[in-house]
């Protein structure tokens, strides 16, 4: 039922209430049995136990867990000990993620009011908010909050702040007249108010036509409980990664049990290898590795405003190919200012940012020019200052406005003169003043000069104050506005093409009798002086932000609440669109639309006006079935569903609502664009930092396992290790795992936001990586065997020539991770950019070294100490080749290398 259209009369007897009686008894408890309490209901929930045993289904889980039981069978305890506490963490992080994102609903059901007044068997009662049904008659007074959907019956100077619903950055004036339009979007329901919206200012009745889940805000929730929430780039790459490593390890152990089962070898013997093989291909290190490095991107992240919420997010960033931003306060400042004008028939052009009052004007041809040369301009700020209700503050050197916003741009434009409210209270004495209210559109002033004479200043809307006029000031003289009445429409004309909302000033001449007289009597006969172009303009910062977005190849798209006019200039102004021409579709349109339609359209469109939280949501997917990862900003409840529901949801930390904030990913500390291009940044430099990591842990692994292959393949009569499972072990955690963490520390390359959003569902191993991991693992892995049988040749013990292998591989993927640094070679970075990759390879090798030469490595992992000769040989012949490899790849450009 659209309730706007209806008559007051109509609603009531549809509820069977009395505007004056209220319900009786019988009746609320009737309609509490057919509508239920006024309440926001959950779905069932999985309880946090089974939440808890879910995280364990992650393959990368499994495989730790498949390494921890593998350390038990081979009683090295503390080694399964370690793995099992690794497993457990990362399950504990990624149940923390799942269990806040359930906090939303929680949060939308504490903005509901606790109690209202509600008119109840002849009697006004302070019930909770949560036993009104539809029927009842409610009150609202200023500070309250709208306890539910409600059609108004009456209104006094009503005003509602419903930015957290639409967006508005605005309180809204409210009537209680109907409105016949069909399928007026809620910003445009003035007779209407709605449940969990605050009450700023005047008071006024109403009818209860929703409750609970019939509400706005229900059926927001309905949206966010009913909302998919996808996993992340970086949780599918890593799911998919997981995958081909479990059946890379199933598939060497089986390899292997086949080959020794076809040479009659015993079970002793195939297990101790299997054991090994798949220790070798497990990477133990790598969920941790990644959960650290993951979790020092955050920190970074918050270090430049960016609150991360969900760890697993952090990397989404640098995937995200589309960033649908909010209007206001994230693209715009949220400081309504004048930035033109119009007196004395001449446009002029204020500068200045924010609230602070300073500011130069320029003509028509943006030429600087003293405001003392504008004509009349003193007389219009002077009338602007006293007709005004809002006030400029200032707090340690910042500027703030208490009031109406745009009232305090206009106090600010005058302050950019030096005019003040107290300058001209010592001009003038208020007399009098009649409040603005939504029927007239004027607010009005008696006031009275040093000499007595009496005045009336006027302030409203330019299209009242034009047909209340009689005069307006041109120049130096007087003219008539029946002859300049066309060149005020088109002053109104052109600041409403530029999508400045527009205030004009007027003022008459008052005698005795007039002062005895009813304010809408005196608001005609007017002088127009001149009016105010105003609107919250475009952060400067974000400007910038929205250019370098385009350079890194990812679309900015315009969601907002306001009209179509102002978001299209807004767009305009920022570069996300270059074309007047270009579409903007609007809630309507989009309501007429089926899915496959939005779809088609969605591609080419990049602004979106007067949405409703369906639409933010039906637009995320459309994009996110064009491939796209989708990031989405908002700060209202009206954005919940939405930020839920894209890949990447960004609320604002400073305007933001709790519900905004609990449903997002990330969170902006100074609710400012520019700071999601530098987590954008983060993000690709993150992803590149996680890709080398792999790089290094899985060379190194397949290094291992092709050791061990050959040694087993090759040396048939007696099956050889060529590498103990602890040497295997201690590679994966320490003398590898070390380094690659360092490598989750590297800088960004210096082209990282110059190129283009990687596809939603690129492989790690894009790029050729693939074959660079199995290629430099292979030559590893070949030239630790040689070294292994070169010591067993010359007669040396089993547990030297593992040794003489063990330190041969380290050495080899101690230069490797240098190699891992870029996706090019060695010599073309830096290699002392990275002070802690440094640290790690040094400390690696050192301890590495003090395990073969120390009784308790010895011990711990059947090292024997080497001899000087043997190390240098390990030493070379572990570097070299990787060495050459690198120059090769860079002389020749050998991709697969």
Known sequence: MQWFKQESQQIIAAFKSHPENGLDESQIS????????NDIVQVKRASALWMFARQFKNPLLIILTFGALLSFVTSHFIDAIAITLIILIN??????????????????????????????????????AIELVPGDIVRLDAGSIVPADLRLLETQRLKIDESALTGESEPVGKHNVAMPQDDLPIADQLNMAFMSTAVTEGQGFGIVIGTGMQTEVGKIAHLMQSAATSLTPLQQRMHRLSKVLIMAALLVVMVVISI??????????????????????????????LTIVLTLGATRMMQNNGLVRQLASVETLGSTSIICSDKTGTLTQNKMQVTQLWTGGNYYHLEGQGYEPVGQFLDHNKTPTSHKDILHLEHMVTMSVLCNEAELVENDHKYSVIGSPTEGAILVAAAKTGMTKTLALTQFEEVQSFPFDSKRKLMSLIVKDQQGQHWLIVKGAPDIMIQNSEAVQLHDKLGDMLNNKLQIEAVVEHFAAQALRTLAIGYRKLHEDDLQRPYNELETDLTLTGIYGIIDPPRPEAIKAVASCHSAGIRVSM?????????KAIALQMGIIDDTEAPVLDGKTINLMSDDELYDQVESTSVFARVTPEHKLRIVQALQKHNHVVAMTGDGVNDAPALRTADMGIAMGITGTGVSKESADLILLDDNFATIVEAVKEGRRIYDNIRKFIRQDLTTNVGEVSALLFAFILVIEEPLLTLAPLMILWINLISDGLPSLALGVDGAEDNVMNRSPRAKNESFFSGRLGHTILIRGLIMGGVTYVMFMYAINIGLEMAYAQTLAFMTLIFGQLVQVFDSRTITNIYRRNPFSNRPLLLAVAGSGLLSIMMVYAPFGNLLLGTSPLSAEHLGLAFLVGCLPVLLISAVNDIFKLKWL
Do not use: C, N
């Open 559 to 567: 969601i907002t609440g306001d009209h179509a006019i102002t978001a």
């Open 30 to 37: 009737a309609a509490r049995q057919q509508f239920g309490y």
């Open 260 to 289: 020794g089962l076809m040479h009659g070898m015993s079970w002793s013997i195939l297990m101790t290898t299997g054991i090994s093989l798949a220790v070798a291909a497990t990477p133990e290190g790598l969920m941790t590795i």
């Open 91 to 128: 399950a504990i992080i990624s149940f923390g993620q799942e269990y806040k994102a359930q906090k939303s609903i929680d949060a939308l059901k504490q903005m509901a009011a606790p109690r209202t007044i509600v008119l109840r068997s002849h009697k006004w009662q302070s019930l909770p």
